[in-house]
């Protein structure tokens, strides 16, 4: 009877890790991806500051879109890293942060943290059209609005112990950011 049990479990168990979505692979295949190549669609929102930002055009400027909200832990975690590249880029890039939580309670979260981007607090109809799925997600626009770059919020990278080495992860990010100004 014990060597039943063991065996459905062991079954059970097989079953369920092969029925279960490859969360990496998922992301892989997000619709977002897609555009690597291409103008995101085009979209009128406005911004915090009350003025109207398209995501297909850039004016002439590389972008940063950042995909982010505001219970989402990795999120937060990278705005000091994105705010550093900010100060680093400010005037050559346009940095957007894009949102679908209302502009009250962003506004509210502004207030105990700082991210010093243009803000956009969109409906989910748009991030749902493009596909985004995971969060963070940062898209990378060349100064003809193509979007040349998906990733999954600033890379990160480990060392032999398993650490995180967010600076590397800043490092390659940035190696991303300055190929969009060639």
């Excluded at 109809?125 to 963070?136: A, L, T």
Aim: charged letters at 25%.
């Amino acid at each position: 009877m014990k060597t039943s049990i063991l065996y459905l479990l062991l079954f059970i168990s097989y079953f369920i890790s092969f029925s279960q979505p490859n969360v990496e692979q998922l992301m892989k295949s997000e619709k977002v991806r897609s555009y690597i190549g291409k103008k995101l669609p085009s979209m009128n929102q406005f911004t915090l500051e009350g003025e109207i930002y398209n995501a297909a055009k850039s004016n002439g400027k590389p972008t940063l879109i950042n995909f982010w909200f505001i219970h989402c832990k990795p999120c937060v975690d990278e705005m000091p890293y994105l705010n550093k590249l900010k100060e680093k880029y400010d005037g050559r890039m346009n940095f957007i942060s894009m949102t679908f939580d209302n502009e009250i309670n962003l506004r509210e979260f502004l207030k105990t943290h700082k991210f010093n981007f243009t803000h956009v607090s969109t409906d989910t109809n748009y991030i749902n059209e493009i596909g985004v799925r995971f969060f963070p997600k940062n898209v990378l626009l060349d100064k003809n609005g193509i979007v040349k770059v998906v990733t999954e919020g600033i890379p990160d990278f480990k060392d032999a112990h398993g650490n995180t080495l967010i600076n590397l992860g800043i490092e390659r990010f940035e190696t991303y950011l300055n190929e969009l100004f060639d």
